[in-house]
């Protein structure tokens, strides 16, 4: 089971093209407690594109 205040929480990556398209992944709290960026490839463009962490 996860804890409350987990250090590395699950995080979604929605793309900044308006696709819709997400990621799941986890993130380390302690060495980035501002919103994630990430460059990686948007299926429905067929290119990369920069995605952001979603709250």
Do not use: C, Q
């Not at 900044?16 to 463009?45: A, H, I, Q, S």
């Amino acid at each position: 089971m996860a804890k409350h205040n987990d250090v590395r929480p699950i995080v979604k990556l929605r793309s900044t093209e308006g696709t819709g398209f997400t990621y799941v992944t986890r993130k380390n709290r302690r060495n980035d407690p501002d919103r994630l960026t990430m460059r990686k490839y948007d299926p429905v463009l067929r290119r990369h594109v920069d995605f952001r962490e979603e709250r």
